[in-house]
């Protein structure tokens, strides 16, 4: 069992940055591959970006040379650094964690969700 809580979301001005965190407990954490997700209103939940527990990562395209997945496993945290930050991005973020260790861009292969981070980039 692992139970994952985002922090760092909040309200932002087109340009700027913000760091989410995902802390997990409950479970090895380095055995698990960990993804970031998030979800606009009227919109289906999409994948941002994944980290695997060999450090791999993968991004979406929309968000490719802004944003960055990290993970330190001695903290049981994975971060997603936001930079250059677009009203587009609005959204809940969510992190997830998957027990097979490789990473998948479909949300029902993840093991584990968090409660989610509002995310607002407006000015």
């Known amino acids: 069992q692992v139970q994952l809580v985002e922090s760092g979301g909040g309200l932002v001005q087109p340009g700027g940055s913000l760091r989410l965190s995902c802390a997990a407990s409950?479970?090895?954490?380095?055995?698990?591959?960990m993804a970031w997700y998030r979800q606009a209103p009227g919109k289906q939940r999409e994948l941002v970006a994944v980290i695997t527990i060999g450090s791999s990562t993968n991004y979406a395209d929309s968000v490719k040379g802004r944003f960055t997945i990290s993970r330190d496993n001695a903290k049981n945290t994975v971060y997603l650094q936001m930079n250059s930050l677009k009203p587009e991005d609005t959204a809940v973020y969510y992190c997830?964690?998957?027990?097979?260790?490789?990473?998948?861009?479909?949300?029902?292969?993840?093991?584990?969700w968090g409660q989610g981070t509002q995310v607002t980039v407006s000015s």
């Open positions: 409950g479970s090895i954490f380095s055995r698990y591959a």
């Open positions: 997830a964690a998957r027990a097979s260790g490789a990473g998948s861009s479909n949300p029902q292969r993840y093991d584990y």
